[in-house]
T-cell receptor
Framework: AQSVTQPDIHITVSEGASLELRCNYSYGATPYLFWYVQSPGQGLQLLLKYFSGDTLVQGIKGFEAEFKRSQSSFNLRKPSVHWGDAAEYFCAVGGSQGNLIFGKGTKLSVKP | EAGVTQFPSHSVIEKGQTVTLRCDPISGHDNLYWYRRVMGKEIKFLLHFVKESKQDESGMPNNRFLAERTGGTYSTLKVQPAELEDSGVYFC???????????FGSGTRLTVV
């Protein structure tokens, strides 16, 4: 069955520190992978996506993610976190029917 | 370009009442999706329209939920009668092509009391 696992429910990092949010997926074919962010009171905003090609994907707001097929992972990274990055982050895989299958999300808190 | 619009943004209703949520997709997007996030759980797919046709409604929880997409434009999701477990945030998304970038609306937070 298709699934997405985000093992960290809540992460706290200091402003200026680096960030890595983990995502593992289970999918039989070549996956379409996404990271979304939801800030308080806002909708889901697409940070980046991977369909094919270069396995290191650049997104908005200075985020990047690396697709590792051998590890079934698509971890999200940012070299220096800003207080405005505090939000909830969702990893998703595109299902065979065109829908998205989401992980449970990782809530990011940023310490000053 | 206008984004995906959902209203109301919040709705509080009593158990047994009816609520209708609306989604206006990005103009020209044939694909429209509904998702729901119940508190503490992951965001789950409800159904997918291609134009006015239901492509996949495998995620609809039960027959108290009815989705329509008139003329392939906006969509409504009606819950009748609402139950406590229907509380959550309902998201709508649209895309020009299947498996392309999906643009989400801000969601409707539904609270059933």
């Amino acid at each position: 069955a298709q699934s997405v696992t985000q093992p960290d429910i809540h992460i706290t990092v200091s402003e200026g520190a680096s960030l890595e949010l983990r995502c593992n997926y289970s999918y039989g074919a070549t996956p379409y992978l996404f990271w979304y962010v939801q800030s308080p009171g806002q909708g889901l905003q697409l940070l980046l996506k991977y369909f094919s090609g270069d396995t290191l994907v650049q997104g908005i707001k200075g985020f990047e993610a690396e697709f590792k097929r051998s590890q079934s992972s698509f971890n999200l990274r940012k070299p220096s976190v800003h207080w405005g990055d505090a939000a909830e982050y969702f990893c998703a895989v595109g299902g065979s029917q065109g829908n998205l299958i989401f992980g449970k999300g990782t809530k990011l808190s940023v310490k000053p | 370009e206008a984004g995906v619009t959902q209203f109301p943004s919040h709705s509080v209703i009593e158990k047994g009442q009816t609520v209708t949520l609306r989604c206006d997709p990005i103009s020209g997007h044939d694909n429209l999706y509904w998702y729901r996030r119940v508190m503490g759980k992951e965001i789950k797919f409800l159904l997918h329209f291609v134009k006015e046709s239901k492509q996949d409604e495998s995620g609809m929880p039960n027959n108290r939920f009815l989705a329509e997409r008139t003329g392939g434009t906006y969509s409504t999701l009606k819950v009748q009668p609402a139950e406590l477990e229907d509380s959550g945030v309902y998201f709508c998304a649209s895309s020009e092509f299947e498996r392309a970038g999906y643009t989400f609306g801000s969601g409707t937070r539904l609270t059933v009391v």
